[in-house]
């Protein structure tokens, strides 16, 4: 199906801009609960938020499957178009998620959760949200955080924040979270424990 | 499989071939028509070129299993022009600027540009690869087996 | 176990630095180029993108300069290069009954339709090392090219029925040993890429072992051609296939010889090979090599090391064989002291042992 009538541009310059990317979010990774930024020159596609389309673009590639929800399905055509990379019909089929629309946030039990042989065949979640700020109501402790990181996400159903000590006794197995918004994002690993 | 064999479109047989042979052009063919048009129009990247791989397929006797023979490097580019159409090209190799011409080119060609651009650009390079491919073929007749030739007795 | 060391990098400098003087070699003497390595030794270009799995004429010359004619460290450097591309997708797979032919010649039948055409080949020289170098005359030409109808001379036994079809695809996935470890036994489409991206001597001595009683199963040539074919490939954003350009492949068809099973009815059987550039030793070798591979599906015995897919297929990589031989080169220090203190340790145990019994003797 020829889509190339509504492509976007991608990275203006592919290499830097994906070591960029990438850099932020390793650590936002390592320092779980710590906003970072990622470049603001890149003309995302709406409803993509830079950070959101960054990370695509970084991450993703010929192998990596995605799945998109609702919100976001007109994504799929930029992304495989910049990366190559498979839709995923289906939540489970997914190595990368991408949400925007998060009250109907599927259960986490239902991504990827990876083996005990290869926890890191699971499923990398990047959730679009509301607000994301620095001293918001969650505490986040655990890998990467001395003592205790301060976190405000909105937009999340209540649901998730019950889920998530599920998500940290399936350790190794389970999933990754980003939070995005504009171009900022953070990183909540399975490794941390949050205290809503 | 592809569009092509259900709907048979004049305008995609004639794309496919124009975009084969800028895939075939020596860059410096593409730089002297560029060079030498009398507007050059203004583009942008929607994907700037870049290098990559694709992996060739061959079948076992030259039907049947499918199988993976090997990676083949491929230059790439997507350009839109002013007026919004878009240009794509794939080329085998890592010249990035013939892969962006071509896709400048490819581009032009759909647009009021393509006359000059066919008479100029597509279809001397056509007869090019023509002619190159004719002389294969007559050095390769020139090695066939006469096994019942006759020689003028002397 | 390997454990760190430091120091030497002043000695590796200096190393690299002697590396790069050796392989300009003589100042007075011209440079080779990368260019007349591509145009004038192109059977070494070839074979490197072969086993490099990597067609890229210009990269394959590069690399032959840089690794100073050491074909399997060009070979080397091709792999390691080709980790830093992004993939774009797979190509349709080459259609080698639309060649353009430079070559193509059958042992089976002599009068084939279109005829047997030599194209460039070593084969009738007779060997003499020629001193003169002699500036050559450009090639003949006839009135005109080959015949439109150069069908592949087993179709012919095909449509006898003589012989074993090609074969469906076996469905579902294509194997790629590039993206997922090989594990045993090996599908036809994992052995055939494994096999087209092996290393040329080991596979000519495989090949020639089936044909010196090793697994042999009486191979005949078919059918060999040598040319350019084109590649095309679909991009998602176009919905349509396009050509990226033609590559140069040698194709072999071997036909064997198959006496019948209690499912199957007396017929030749095939072996193929499909490499990249001119090489039809290689071809011909890898064709010999996957009919031997066949041996049971076809429901004969495996009894020779050609029939043994995990003996051909663990072993036929030449960066990973000499990745493991080579390795040998790195510090094995501690493990070679201990192995050390092994011996003289089974030494004086020993010597202690023989004091005792003249000992125990003398008293």
């Known amino acids: 199906m020829a889509t190339d009538t509504t492509l976007s541009p991608g990275f203006a310059e592919p290499v830097f801009a994906a070591q960029h990317t990438f850099r932020a979010a390793l650590m936002a990774l390592a320092h779980p609960g710590r906003i970072v930024s990622v470049d603001p020159a890149l003309e995302a596609p709406p409803p993509l938020d830079i950070a959101t389309a960054a990370l695509g673009l970084a991450l993703l590639d010929h192998e990596t499957a995605l799945w998109l929800d609702g919100r976001l399905q007109t994504a799929a055509a930029y992304f495989r178009f910049h990366c190559g990379c498979p839709v995923a019909p289906v939540v489970g089929g997914a190595q990368f998620a991408m949400l925007a629309d998060l009250r109907a946030l599927p259960p986490l039990a239902e991504f990827r959760q990876g083996s005990d042989e290869y926890p890191d065949a699971s499923a990398t979640l990047i959730l679009q949200v509301d607000e994301l700020v620095e001293e918001g109501p969650l505490q986040l402790s655990g890998p990467g955080i001395a003592g205790v990181t301060r976190l405000g996400v909105g937009g999340l159903a209540a649901g998730f924040w019950r889920d998530w000590p599920a998500n940290n006794a399936a350790f190794p197995r389970g999933v990754d979270v980003f939070f995005t918004r504009g171009s900022r994002l953070c990183g909540l690993p399975r490794t941390t424990s949050v205290r809503s | 499989m592809s569009e092509r064999d259900h709907m048979p479109n004049d305008l995609t047989e004639r794309r496919r071939r124009w975009m084969g042979v800028l895939a075939r052009a020596d860059r410096a063919a593409l730089e002297r028509t560029w060079n030498a048009l009398p507007e050059q129009p203004a583009y942008r990247h929607l994907r700037k070129a870049e290098s990559g791989l694709v992996m060739l397929r061959g079948r076992a006797g030259g039907s049947g299993q499918a199988f993976n023979l090997g990676e083949m490097t491929v230059a790439r580019c997507s350009v839109q022009l002013r007026d919004g159409t878009v240009g794509h090209a794939y080329a085998a190799g890592r010249d990035l600027r013939k892969a962006e011409l071509a896709a400048v080119f490819d581009a032009m060609m759909q647009t009021t540009a393509a006359t000059q651009i066919q008479g100029t650009l597509i279809e001397p390079l056509a007869a090019e690869i023509a002619a190159r491919r004719a002389v294969i073929g007559r050095k390769a007749a020139a090695t066939r087996v006469d096994f019942f030739g006759l020689v003028r007795a002397q | ?363």
């Not at chain 3, 120091?7 to 200096?14: H, K, S």
């Not at chain 3, 392989?23 to 007349?36: F, K, L, N």
């Not at chain 3, 460039?120 to 007779?126: E, G, I, L």
């Not at chain 3, 995990?310 to 031989?325: I, P, R, Y």
Request: proline fraction near 6%.
């Open chain 3, 1 to 363: 176990m390997y454990v760190a060391l430091k120091g030497g990098e002043q000695a590796i400098d200096n190393a690299h630095g002697w590396l790069a003087e050796a392989r300009r070699g003589d100042p007075s003497v011209p440079e080779i180029s990368p260019a007349q390595i591509a145009g004038q030794l192109s059977h070494a270009t070839d074979r490197a993108m072969a086993e490099g799995s990597l067609y890229d004429p210009e990269l394959a010359a590069l690399a032959i300069k840089q690794a100073r004619g050491d074909l399997i460290e060009a070979i080397f450097l091709l792999r390691a290069y080709r980790t830093t591309l992004p993939r774009f997708g797979f190509s349709a797979p080459v259609d080698t009954s639309r060649m353009t032919l430079e070559r193509r010649i059958s042992a089976t039948f002599k009068d084939i339709p279109g005829g047997q055409i030599l194209g460039p080949t070593f084969d009738y020289t007779h060997r003499l090392l020629d001193f003169e170098g002699a500036a050559p005359q450009p090639a003949k030409q006839a009135e005109e090219g080959l015949s439109d109808t150069m069908p592949r001379v087993l179709e012919l036994l095909d449509a006898e029925g003589l012989i074993e079809p090609p074969g469906r695809s076996a469905g579902g996935e294509i194997g790629d040993v590039t993206r997922e470890s090989l594990e045993f036994p090996a599908r036809r489409d994992v052995r055939l890429q494994c096999l087209a991206r092996g290393d040329e001597g080991f596979l000519l001595a495989l090949g020639y072992s089936t044909q010196r009683g090793y697994g042999s199963n009486h191979p005949f040539a078919g059918e060999i051609r040598v040319g350019e074919v084109t590649v095309e490939f679909e991009p998602p954003e176009l919905g349509f296939a396009i050509e990226l350009g033609d590559i140069r492949v040698t194709e072999c068809e071997l036909v064997n010889q198959f006496a019948g099973s209690a499912t199957e009815p007396a017929q030749f059987t095939r072996g193929y090979g499909l490499v990249f550039g001119h090489g039809e030793r290689k071809a011909m070798s890898m064709a010999l090599v996957d009919r031997a591979m066949r041996t049971e599906e076809l429901g004969e015995a495996v009894t020779a090391p050609a029939q043994d897919q995990e003996f051909v297929l663990s072993h036929c990589d030449n960066v990973q064989a000499t990745g493991f031989v080579e390795h040998l080169k790195l510090p094995h220090y501690i493990d070679f002291q201990s192995e050390l203190q092994l011996v003289r340790g089974l030494r004086r145990a020993a010597q202690s042992a023989s004091t005792a019994v003249i000992k125990e003797a003398a008293e």
